[in-house]
């Protein structure tokens, strides 16, 4: 696809859930810090729900009304196991990074908005191959947390690209949610914490299968855009 055809200059990628197959492995990791520190252990879809938030913000919603003291203990607990025993288990969604080779070698700009640290993220990065594919990246430490915007009018700043021209991939309500505050298109896909329900309560543009659906779907999208007169609105887009 050439790159003046391309519906958007900029695709910005929530990290777990979406290009990584994470979050069996964020859940457990929640359950072994909460067996740890004595407290009742959570039904899954309660913590798959919180996944894509800041640390801090999922504990708030996980243990509601801990002191500061126990919250400390619970983001400290959390993250030695994370380091010491979860962090190399997650591998990149089937696909991944040929599909990002494929959007880059198209003309996408690529970015990642997360609710990882930037440790975390860095280090994942890295283990991933992945260190050199972004033109930016943000991570919930060094911004508010999903849903607030400012991870990506951050990235958009950075990279002086109007919002209109970026969309925002993810698997959880928290990334469309995002991208609607700060007026992104956003795409959700379905093999993370939420599911299509959910997703399309946000009203995204589309809910794929996966991430490696997603240069058929824009392919599809630029044909319907491109055949219509620019003085018409872009039309709904086609289904995935």
């Known amino acids: ?31 072994a810090t909460l ?4 407290l009742a ?11 894509g938030l800041g640390l801090r913000e999922t504990i708030d919603l996980l243990a509601p009304g ?7 203990r619970i983001a400290e607990c959390y993250r030695r196991s994370w ?12 696909g991944v990074g040929a599909t990002l080779a494929e959007l880059a070698d198209a003309g996408y700009a690529l970015a990642v908005a997360t609710g990882k640290s930037r440790r975390g993220l860095d280090y994942a990065l890295d283990q991933t191959g992945l260190a050199g594919a972004f033109a930016a990246t943000r991570t919930a430490d060094e911004s508010h947390s999903k849903p607030h915007p400012q991870m990506l009018l951050d990235i958009l700043n950075h990279l002086e690209i109007h919002p209109s ?39 995204p543009l589309a809910c794929l299968g996966g991430v490696h659906e997603l240069p058929g779907w824009l392919s599809r999208l630029a044909g ?9 609105p872009r039309p709904t887009p086609p289904d995935p």
Request: glycine share 8%; aromatic share 8%; hydrophobic share 45%.
């Open 1 to 31: 696809m050439p790159a003046e055809a391309n519906p958007f200059r900029l695709l910005v990628f929530d990290w777990d859930g979406t290009l990584m197959d994470s979050i069996g492995t964020i859940v457990a990791c929640t359950q």
């Open 35 to 38: 067996a740890e520190l004595g």
């Open 41 to 51: 252990s959570l039904p899954d879809k309660t913590i798959r729900d919180t996944i």
């Open 66 to 72: 801990c002191d500061e003291a126990l919250h400390l």
């Open 83 to 94: 380091f010491s025993s979860y962090r190399d288990l997650p591998l990149l969604f089937a």
């Open 165 to 203: 021209e970026a969309a925002m991939i993810g698997d959880t309500s928290f990334d469309l949610e995002m991208a609607q505050s700060a007026g992104l298109a956003a795409v959700g896909v379905l093999c993370g914490s939420h599911g299509r329900q959910e997703l399309e309560a946000c009203a």
């Open 224 to 232: 319907e855009t491109w055949a219509t007169p620019s003085s018409s």
